[in-house]
């Protein structure tokens, strides 16, 4: 008896570990295709920097089906299949979503399902017919110059029709004023890495002809060289039904950190402007071999992202201290947008707070074109980050002549808000103070931006970090996209020679922590 109970135990372990390696679909829960979109593809706009409106999926804008027998769903348990890299989004399929889950029992799996739905843009990249499309389109405005999301193509035509007349196609049409003309165009954004070739079975694909393919890729928009993007199903795999799919591999340049991902659909646009965006999937010729678009959850994003750092000249103690010390805020934006300037306001809470304006705190703000720092003027400190520029800074600090009475501490609440477009909401941070004068037997020193050097700067591989009286703790350096380079922990000296030479050249960010803070340098490898 204990026997069989071990016997079932077993086979019902090994049917679990089966269905936890899938990939799993469920209906849209009837959604209409905007509340889809902004519950799954899109983070909130103050954290995407993207606003999203007028949704349909084929042409219609109310609630999706409350059943599997539909086009569009949404999928989770990527990462349970190893080798794929997004782990849960949208999905978009020519058939009925229910191809999607593994295991690959099949080489043609197909689901008709077809609604008549049709599309211009799609049709003029193929003379063939097309059926059962799924298309999900909407507008949206972005706060940046440059907007991205990150899917996967898969489908059950790889590797069969490779090279093929009859393969199902794809494409990401954003409509809009153009970055460069400013004329209204429509362009495909779904390319494969580092290339201006739209990506699909014919020039994204295991690099040789498939046994029904038969003109070698030689066509327009057709390539055999780009087999890195593709991973092939083996038959039997749990994870997945489709027999391919593309995906950035981890050894790639255009990996994000290192790491595996799906491919990028991304483009310049025009910030602050109404653009139209459709994505499309459909079958060539027949309803049959279907094919599927998954969309990564919280990745339909304006990719430049504003940071917050303090460093107090005299960190130990976080008051603002008259001539003890200060702090610097500075403003970061990984990546740079080369496409706009940004306005910052730094301004006092006043019905919130006591400190006064200019008699108990001062603000200095950098001067964009003398990269010096200057004393505000007025309450509403009015700043920029040029365009093109990864930063800027502000410091708060203590006037000499402000008055205090004996141990009387003023409350300092500070409002930081940057300006993104006229019609979206403003990005707002809040800081608070103490401000007192310095007690009795406090170290007071002069006051000064930053106790921290880096030199030389620009350099051709050797930075000498050095902190004036406290030590440096540890440091990590990034690049213009935000990626961790370089760092060191467990320094504890005043100087520390940072090794830049094998630094590809460039603008590099060198967030330092020492006794006394934290603070964020430039420096540039030449």
Known sequence: MKKIYLFFLVLFVLFSLKLDAQITVAHPQGMTPLQLINTTLVLPPTVSGVYISNATFNNQAGALPNSLTTKIGTFQNGYNFADFPINRGIIMTTGNITVAPGPNSSGSSSSSNNDGTTDADLQALTTSSLTGMAKLEFDFLSVSGNVQFE??????????????NYNDIFAFFLTGPHPVTLVQSTWNIALIPGSTLPVSINSLNPGVAGSSGGNGCTGLNQSLAYSSYYFGVASGTAGIQFDGFTRIPANSPHAPFGVASGLFAKSRIVPCTSYHMKLAVSNCSDNSYDSGVFLKQGSFISPSEFKNYHSFTYASNPDLVQNLNSDTIHYLILPPDSTRDYTIFAFADSANCDAVFNEDFEIYYMDPIEDTLVKSEDFMTTFFLKQGETSTKIVIRVPETAVFEPNQTKLLKLVLKIETCPSAIPIVDTVYYNIRTANPGEFVEEFRSSLIT????????????????ANIEEFM?????????????NIYAQEYVLDASRYVNGIYFVKIKTESGTIVKKIIKQ
């Open 454 to 469: 880096i030199a030389p700067n620009p350099s051709d591989g050797r930075f000498t970090i050095t902190h004036e009286n």
């Open 151 to 164: 899917y996967i193509f898969a489908s059950e035509e790889y590797p069969e029709f490779v090279c093929s």
């Open 477 to 489: 350096v990034y690049d213009l996209n935000g990626k961790l380079v370089d760092g060191m922990r």
